[in-house]
């Protein structure tokens, strides 16, 4: 039951992060320069550029669903 609580639970948190990444990627294709979007495409570039930009809640939720789903990852290895 414990298995599939968190094959479940790593499921949703990866879905989250390519939502989130996708938000912060088009986020910062509408604001100029246009090239940070084509390296938002790393999680950790994301959330660089998008705080700085100013889509600090997007950031903020991508650098939470970025731990927490490699915290699921070791918890789901071990």
Same mark, same amino acid.
């Given at each position: 039951?414990?298995?599939?609580?968190? &094959? %479940?639970?790593?499921?949703? $948190?990866?879905?989250? *992060?390519?939502?989130?990444? =996708? $938000?912060?990627? @088009? %986020?910062?294709?509408? #604001?100029?320069? #246009? $090239? !940070? =979007?084509?390296?938002?495409?790393?999680?950790? &570039?994301?959330?660089?550029?998008? @705080?700085?930009? %100013? &889509?600090?809640? #997007? =950031?903020? &939720?991508?650098?939470?669903?970025? /731990?927490?789903? *490699? /915290? *699921? !990852?070791?918890?789901?290895? %071990?």
């Amino acid at each position: 039951m414990r298995d599939r609580i968190v &094959l %479940g639970a790593v499921i949703v $948190s990866f879905a989250l *992060l390519l939502v989130l990444t =996708a $938000s912060c990627v @088009f %986020g910062l294709a509408k #604001r100029a320069p #246009r $090239s !940070r =979007a084509l390296f938002a495409v790393l999680p950790p &570039l994301a959330v660089y550029f998008a @705080f700085r930009e %100013g &889509l600090r809640v #997007r =950031a903020v &939720l991508l650098a939470v669903v970025t /731990v927490a789903y *490699l /915290v *699921l !990852r070791v918890v789901a290895l %071990g």
